[in-house]
T-cell receptor, first 113, second 113 residues
């Protein structure tokens, strides 16, 4: 069964460092998403991406964040200069269309020290 | 803004017990409603959904009915199994647009043999 894969599963970084989280969406999906869950809080939408551009983003997704689809398979989330409050589980998802079911990866846990 | 409130966990049940996890929402318009499940070590998976009032979503013995009059989407299962142990998330999305799901906090369920 096709699945969304995310790497790394866990990353520990120092405050101020750049982090790139990687995702391989399901191959025939066209819409890609990042969500995050800070420990003890709700899952929050960060950004959606379609046709090589951001289609929607939340207020959380400020200039420190960027997304990219550098090739035909990867979808990345970059945090330019990490802050302590960026510590969270980051989930990548993909779907065939805007109303289609979202398929999620297992998540990448980011710990900022 | 739109929001989802679900009962706090953890919920601990014995095998074959009846399960209810409450979920209520506030939203403008007519959202679609979802239950996602996260098994240990896995990603978020869509369990069931309902797209309009009085719809009943069902899957794997779980059911939830979209009640507009009470703004609720409670998850139920008549007889839980140990394998149902997981975290369950209620979420809502704009009708026809699942790009920006709004999530509840999640309810952890542990089923003991």
């Amino acid at each position: 069964e096709p699945e969304v894969t995310q790497t790394p599963s866990h990353q520990v970084t120092q405050m101020g460092q750049e982090v790139i989280l990687r995702c391989v969406p399901i191959s025939n999906h066209l819409y890609f998403y990042w969500y995050r869950q800070i420990l003890g809080q709700k899952v929050e939408f960060l950004v959606s991406f379609y046709n090589n551009e951001i289609s929607e983003k939340s207020e959380i997704f400020d200039d420190q964040f960027s997304v990219e689809r550098p090739d035909g398979s990867n979808f990345t989330l970059k945090i330019r200069s990490t802050k302590l409050e960026d510590s969270a589980m980051y989930f990548c998802a993909s779907s065939t269309g805007p109303a289609g079911e979202l398929f999620f990866g297992e998540g990448s846990r980011l710990t900022v020290l | 803004g739109d929001s989802v409130t679900q009962m706090e966990g953890p919920v601990t049940l014995s095998e074959e017990a009846f399960l209810t996890i409450n979920c209520t929402y506030t939203a403008t318009g007519y959202p679609s409603l979802f239950w996602y499940v996260q098994y240990p070590g896995e990603g978020l998976q869509l369990l069931l959904k309902a797209t309009k009032a009085d719809d009943k979503g069902s899957n794997k013995g779980f059911e939830a009915t979209y009640r507009k009059e009470t703004t609720s989407f409670h998850l139920e299962k008549g007889s839980v199994q140990v394998s149902d142990s997981a975290v369950y998330f209620c979420a809502l999305g704009d009708a026809g647009n699942n790009r920006k799901l709004i999530w509840g906090l999640g309810t952890s369920l542990a089923v003991n043999p």
